[in-house]
């Protein structure tokens, strides 16, 4: 059976908490306009949109109820779900902290009125939520019935789960995790238990990303590659060994012999499974040779909780990014660089970094900090052909230097990130907003705030922004 | 059945087309959901032979977010006092459309600040037949 959930950030969270909480212990109004995932397990609904209902003008005394929706607010943003292909939700509160439901009063309104909206929004589906102040309750009305909502997800800085009553959840008391158990308890190791992580590119950065999220006993493994491992790769990737390269056979003069090497040769996302299941055998680990860029292989992220990007193509940037906000997925990126002055050869800023991207307004969106180039995207959709006829100079037999102990220090920060973000481990206050930079040669951190751009195509609100939008935009895929 | 183009593209090509009304639009869709548009009739200024061209250029799939470029006009493009062509344009260049060379004069203007918000696929073409027309 299908579950139900309800993804919004922590900033659409926060300006819907305090208008139905303003501390004056009344009941308060507004509509979400949400996108929509649909998988296999899951349906998510992604708040794109909170509008408040202003207090009597939107929200009046209700004729049947305490307080109702006018129908005016109700029209106009129903037929701009309708319009925008968006879900429609109604919001309202009621007192208590961490258990909440709907009246009957409640639920024979939605009788009364959901039919009509269901049509209205061309099959919606359309629902509502009741939100106590640590608690929400959900009723989803679809083509193929009413669904109850199990869970919403408040994405920020430390993930906030909201149940309609505290769930009761089983610890994980394994003697191999006692020692992290120490630090988040046994239910927090049950929670990377059911946790789903996608990791894209699993090369040097990513090999460490995925043996360290195993070994924490991260439940599900997404692991994305097209590669095959090669002999230059051997230092930096994790679990890997050099017979596996066959590189004797494809340095043979033999065009068979060449084609039979590279035919051996081990897929990174294999070696990287290997490592996973030493390390935990419990883990169900998808090991995919193909790329993000590809619709079939992104379908299967869209239900992810946590999203790492260990590859550096530009194409896998926008589509990561995409993901992000499009599905409201807290995701990361990782890099490090060891620029090479082409001319007097000298190794000028080493740095490694692990870039949070949230999906919300300056959470670190690629986009609006310039870390997408739009001469190199559309480069890498030319073929090898077009690009010599375009007369580029690039070569793309050079190859920038890369350490596994850079690639180590990226990759423990994103790790870490993630784990304090899914266990709610931030300190709020402190926890500095932005992303750290480590400059290795000069020994040192710095902070840099994340920009944003109102604008932005993903992380904006504006009518052409996929942010929230979910199945009902296209990815940037190629067919 | 040819490849199906993607919404963003398509509506870049529906700008395109109100943006030059008075001119034919071409469209070959490119396998990745992209297309290769070839706008015809265009003046592209009479210190030019020919002083009338064709523009034919690519919008990739990654449209609003890839630049579109570069633009190719009419093969043989020559000023018309003789001078030799200016930099940024390149006589004999053919243009690849989908494997096969059609040949071309290729105008190479990269976008440097590409705002995807705001720089649409008409809007290059115009900035580039403004450039064209003041060389």
Redesign the interface.
């Known amino acids: 059976m299908k579950r139900y959930t309800f993804s919004i950030s922590k900033a659409n969270y926060d300006l819907l908490h305090k208008h139905l909480f303003p501390g004056d212990g009344d009941e308060h109004g507004a509509v979400i306009l949400a996108g929509i995932c649909e998988t296999a397990n899951e349906v998510r609904f992604l708040a794109r949109e909170v509008i408040l209902a202003r207090e009597g003008q939107d929200f009046v005394p209700g004729r049947q109820g305490y307080r109702a929706l006018t129908a005016n607010f109700v029209a106009h943003l129903s037929n701009r779900a309708a319009n925008e292909k968006l879900c429609y939700f109604t919001v309202h509160n009621h007192g208590g902290s961490d258990s909440v439901s709907f009246s009957q009063t409640d639920l024979d309104s939605h009788a009364r009125g959901y039919p009509a909206l269901l049509d209205i929004t061309n099959g919606g589906p359309i629902g509502a939520l009741v939100f106590a102040k640590n608690a929400v309750a959900g009723q989803i009305w679809t083509r193929d019935g009413i669904k109850q909502l199990d869970q919403m997800k408040v994405i920020g800085k430390n993930l906030k789960r909201l149940f309609p009553k505290p769930p009761k959840i089983a610890g994980i008391n394994a003697a191999i995790y006692n020692r992290q158990s120490l630090f988040f308890g046994s239910v927090g190791q049950a929670r990377l238990a059911r946790s789903k992580v996608v990791i894209i590119g699993a090369g040097g950065v990513g090999s460490i990303v995925s043996e360290h999220i195993a070994r924490l006993g991260v439940g599900h493994i997404v692991a994305i590659d097209y590669d095959k491992i090669e002999d230059s790769n051997v230092s930096r990737v994790m679990g890997s060994r050099l017979w596996e390269c066959f590189s004797w056979l494809q340095a043979s003069r033999l065009p068979l012999l060449k084609k039979l090497g590279i035919w051996l040769a081990t897929y990174k996302v294999d070696i990287a499974k290997r490592v996973a299941k030493q390390a935990n055998s419990n883990v169900k680990f998808e090991a995919i040779r193909g790329s993000i860029c590809s619709k079939e292989v992104v379908e299967k992220c869209l239900d992810a909780d946590f999203i790492f990007l260990c590859a550096d193509s530009m194409q896998s940037r926008l589509v990561f990014n995409a993901l992000v906000h499009q599905y409201l997925i807290p995701g990361i990126q990782i890099g490090s660089k060891v620029p090479i002055d082409t001319r007097s050869g000298s190794v000028e800023n080493v740095f490694a970094v692990a870039r949070p991207v949230l999906p919300e307004a300056s959470g670190g969106c690629l986009l609006c900090n310039e870390l997408i180039s739009f001469a190199k995207l559309q480069d890498e959709a030319l073929t090898e052909k077009q690009r010599r006829q375009q007369a580029y100079v690039a070569d793309p037999l050079v190859k920038a230097p890369s350490v596994v102990t850079l690639n180590a220090l990226g990759s423990a920060q994103a790790v870490n990130y993630f784990l304090f973000n899914h266990l709610g481990l931030f300190n709020e206050t402190l926890a500095k907003p932005g992303y750290r930079m480590n400059l290795v040669r000069e020994n040192s951190w710095t902070t840099v705030a994340c920009k944003q751009n109102p604008d932005c195509l993903h992380c904006g609100s504006g009518n052409r922004s996929i942010y929230g939008r979910g199945d009902r935009a296209s990815l940037p895929c190629p067919n | 059945m040819s490849?199906?183009i993607?919404?963003?593209v398509a509506s870049a090509i529906d700008e395109i087309r109100r943006a030059y009304p008075s001119s034919e639009v071409e469209v070959t869709p490119d396998?990745?959901?992209?297309a290769y548009v070839k706008v015809s009739n265009l003046h592209i200024g009479s210190q030019f032979n020919p002083a009338t061209s064709w523009c034919l250029f690519r919008i990739?799939?990654?449209y609003?977010?890839?630049?579109?470029?570069?633009h190719y006009f009419v093969d043989g493009l020559q000023k018309v006092s003789g001078e030799p062509q200016p930099q940024g344009i390149?006589v004999g260049?053919?243009?690849?459309v989908n494997?096969v060379n059609h040949p071309a004069t290729?105008v190479?203007r990269?976008?440097n600040r590409?705002?995807?918000?705001?720089d649409t696929a008409a809007l290059k073409l115009q900035k580039v037949l403004d450039w064209i027309r003041t060389q």
């Open positions: 490849p199906e993607k919404p963003e396998p990745d959901g992209g990739t799939f990654q609003p977010f890839a630049d579109v470029y570069p390149h260049n053919p243009c690849d494997g290729m190479s990269r976008s590409l705002n995807p918000a705001t």
